[in-house]
T-cell receptor, first 111, second 114 residues
Framework: SQKIEQNSEALNIQEGKTATLTCNYTNYSPAYLQWYRQDPGRGPVFLLLIRENEKEKRKERLKVTFDTTLKQSLFHITASQPADSATYLCAPSGNTDKLIFGTGTRLQVFP | DAGVTQSPTHLIKTRGQQVTLRCSPISGHKSVSWYQQVLGQGPQFIFQYYEKEERGRGNFPDRFSARQFPNYSSELNVNALLLGDSALYLC?????????????FGPGTRLTVL
C-alpha cells in the first residue's frame, strides 16, 4: 500500500539557518507533490506544488525538489524565522480526487 | 473574499450519538473534500464531492456519509459515534474536482467523543 514518511521528530534550528524537511514515499508514483503548512488548531495552508517532470521549484524563501528515482522530496526554508515554526505536510498525489498526506514534520525555529 | 468556513468549531458527543458537520466552500469552488485528522497524524481523506456528486471515498466505514447541496456547501454525517472518531474534521474546497488543484482548507471542527 502507499506509504509516506516524514521526519517524525521535530526539527529545531536557529533563526537564519536553512531548514530542510524530507518526504519519502513508496509503492506508488505520484504525478505531483504538494507541500502544506499547518499551525496548531488550524487547517493546512497550501505552499507549493511540484510536478514529476520538474526537478526543483522556488517561491520566495521556499525551495522544493522532487526526485522520482529516489522517491523523495526535499523542502527547504532559507533564512528561517521564528514565524516559520509550524508543522509541514507533504502530499505526493496522483491524478485522483484526493490528497494523500504524510504525518508531517514539526519545525521549531528559535532566535 | 471569505475562506472556507466550517461549523461548529467544537463539538462534544457521547458514544453512539450522531453528528453533522457543515462546510461552506469558497465562492466559485465546486469541489468539497472532507478529511479526518487525528492528533499527531496527517489528514486522512474521507470524501470528495464535485458538482453535487460523490467523486471519491476513503477507507472509512459506512457510518460516515456526506452530501453536497446545490449551493456547493456540504455536510458530513457520522452515525453511531465511537471514541476513535475523536479528531479534527477538515473541509477543503477547490475550483475543479481533481487534487492537482490547490486545496483551500477550513479551520476544522474539533469533535470529541466521550
Amino acid at each position: 500500500s502507499q506509504k509516506i514518511e516524514q521526519n517524525s521528530e521535530a526539527l529545531n534550528i536557529q533563526e537564519g539557518k536553512t531548514a530542510t524537511l524530507t518526504c519519502n514515499y513508496t509503492n506508488y508514483s505520484p504525478a505531483y507533490l504538494q507541500w502544506y503548512r499547518q499551525d496548531p488548531g488550524r487547517g493546512p495552508v497550501f505552499l507549493l506544488l511540484i510536478r514529476e517532470n520538474e526537478k526543483e521549484k522556488r517561491k520566495e524563501r521556499l525551495k522544493v525538489t522532487f526526485d522520482t528515482t529516489l522517491k523523495q522530496s526535499l523542502f527547504h526554508i532559507t533564512a528561517s524565522q521564528p514565524a516559520d515554526s509550524a508543522t509541514y505536510l507533504c502530499a505526493p498525489s496522483g491524478n485522483t480526487d484526493k490528497l494523500i498526506f504524510g504525518t508531517g514534520t514539526r519545525l521549531q525555529v528559535f532566535p | 473574499d471569505a475562506g472556507v468556513t466550517q461549523s461548529p468549531t467544537h463539538l462534544i458527543k457521547t458514544r453512539g450519538q450522531q453528528v453533522t458537520l457543515r462546510c461552506s466552500p469558497i465562492s466559485g469552488h465546486k469541489s468539497v473534500s472532507w478529511y479526518q485528522q487525528v492528533l499527531g497524524q496527517g489528514p486522512q481523506f474521507i470524501f470528495q464531492y464535485y458538482e453535487k456528486e460523490e467523486r471519491g471515498r476513503g477507507n472509512f466505514p459506512d457510518r460516515f456519509s456526506a452530501r453536497q447541496f446545490p449551493n456547493y456547501s456540504s455536510e458530513l454525517n457520522v452515525n453511531a459515534l465511537l471514541l476513535g472518531d475523536s479528531a479534527l474534521y477538515l473541509c477543503a474546497s477547490s475550483q475543479q474536482g481533481d487534487s492537482y488543484n490547490e486545496q483551500f482548507f477550513g479551520p476544522g471542527t474539533r469533535l470529541t467523543v466521550l
